[in-house]
């Protein structure tokens, strides 16, 4: 799947948690990408921001870091 086509899909994510404000917002982008995008789109948006994430939404943006950082931690004992 494209770049554009995976920024075009988590910025309607976005668009429909935005108006529950960012505190509820990027939990909810995060969480819904976690439980329903394939382990290659998740691979491809975090390649995408690693390269500067052009075209996220803020809220998307914060969500996808906060992903790829729980994602990337090591399991607790």
Do not use: C
């Not at 668009?15 to 969480?31: C, L, R, T």
């Amino acid at each position: 799947m494209s770049p554009d086509r995976l920024i075009y899909m988590a910025n309607q994510i976005g668009k429909f948690f935005g108006s529950q404000g960012p505190d509820k917002a990027v939990p909810g982008i995060a969480e819904h990408i976690k439980k329903f995008w394939d382990p290659r789109m998740k691979r491809a948006i975090f390649a995408h921001l690693d390269a500067g994430g052009a075209g996220l939404e803020p809220d998307v943006r914060e969500a996808i870091t906060a992903l790829k950082k729980a994602m990337t931690l090591p399991a607790a004992p």
